[in-house]
């Protein structure tokens, strides 16, 4: 019976962990989501080109779309994390 409980907590662990990268990553695409968008807006105001206003929309997209990705797999993570919490030791076998 200690042995299923330690394996439940390693098993959480190892959902928490995933759980943190998927954070970090998030993190991390709206950190350069800012950056380049910040750049095409100082290379529009340099050359005073509107073109530039309407590319700058491209990455925001995109990065929106990955951003949303990463988050909709935490939150299954944390599904999946919960559902480990509150289940039987014995079940957890059947995982």
Not at 46 to 57: L, P, Q, T, V
């Amino acid at each position: 019976m200690d042995n299923f409980c330690e394996d439940k907590h390693k098993y959480m662990d190892l959902v928490q962990g995933v759980i943190n990268r998927m954070a970090s990553n998030s993190f991390a695409l709206k950190g350069w989501a800012v950056t380049l968008v910040a750049g095409i807006f100082a290379l529009a105001s340099k050359d005073a080109d509107k073109c530039y206003f309407i590319i700058a929309y491209i990455p925001i997209i995109v990065f929106w779309g990955l951003d949303t990705y990463y988050l909709w797999q935490e939150r299954l993570y944390r599904a999946l994390y919960n559902k480990v919490r509150k289940m039987e030791d014995e079940k957890l076998i059947s995982i």
